[in-house]
């Protein structure tokens, strides 16, 4: 078995015998680190086996229950061996745009393998992980719909005069989906529907570059950690109205008019 510090916690320095593990928040603080204790601490910063760091601690003149007290103290911060590197997830984008232009870039640097220029496309071709949608003023039912009826995880970025609303993701048999959304707007403001299909083929308003970075960082981040947590949370969206720097969150439920959990009541 090979014992391992935690990667995420940073060792730092206190004083030439003390060390810490973790800056904001210190999960763990040595004193009287010794030089064998310190080759050791190295050896595990990398992942060695117990029988490697009795080996190194001899080398050293340390006792093996020098090993076992170390082991001991560390034992907060150890971790099991470092699990393979996840595969990278796929992403299809779509939209075109400048939110599109900046989520793809972003995608790209977090090691995951963005899709663009395919709304037309068949998504049960090599399926992505997760989409994202971008739309004006309200995401196009049949554009929603073929990647619900495909199980594929979405999130919409829809810009209106107001702002630019990311969300909430849709994760299909799990939680809301986008026509539950409608379907509340509805019940707020029956005229919704009859505005809606006008403002469909509308151009994104306020598509700034600085709302689109902010729009398209949200996104990534949400989509990515998606791809990572299977699991349902609740379902929510985050609005960024114009001139704001604050995201405002609302949460969703799934409509009783909508099929999308089961035949509506």
């Not at 206190?14 to 800056?23: E, H, K, M, N």
């Not at 090599?126 to 594929?152: F, G, N, T």
């Amino acid at each position: 078995m090979v014992l391992l510090l935690d990667p995420r916690l940073r060792r730092v320095w206190r004083t030439p015998d003390s060390i810490q593990f973790g800056v904001d928040d210190a999960a763990l603080v040595l004193d009287g680190v010794t030089p064998a204790e310190e080759r050791m601490l190295s050896a595990l910063a990398d992942g060695v086996t117990r029988r490697g760091l009795e080996v190194l601690a001899l080398k050293s003149r340390a006792s093996r229950s020098e090993v076992a007290a170390l082991l001991d103290r560390v034992a907060p911060v150890l971790v099991g061996a470092p699990a393979p590197p996840p595969a990278r997830p796929t992403v299809a984008i779509d939209g075109t745009g400048p939110t599109a232009s900046a989520l793809h870039r972003l995608l790209d640097a977090e090691g995951a393998r963005a899709r663009t220029g395919m709304p037309d496309a068949d998504p049960s071709d090599d399926p992505p992980d997760a989409a994202v949608l971008i739309a004006s003023y309200a995401v196009e039912p049949r554009r929603h719909a073929r990647w619900l009826r495909r199980d594929i995880p979405h999130l919409p970025i829809v810009f209106s005069d107001g702002g630019v609303t990311v969300g909430p993701l849709v994760r299909p048999g799990s939680g809301p989906c986008l026509r539950c959304v409608d379907l509340h707007r509805t019940d707020a403001d029956p005229a919704w529907p009859a505005m809606a299909t006008q403002l469909h083929t509308l151009p994104p308003p306020g598509e700034t570059a600085v709302v689109a970075a902010a729009a398209a960082a949200r996104a990534a981040a949400e989509v990515l950690a998606a791809t990572g947590t299977p699991e349902q949370t609740v379902a929510r969206s985050a609005r960024l109205a114009h001139g704001s720097t604050e995201w405002i969150s609302r949460a969703w439920d799934p409509h009783p008019a909508c099929g999308c959990l089961g035949l509506p009541a």
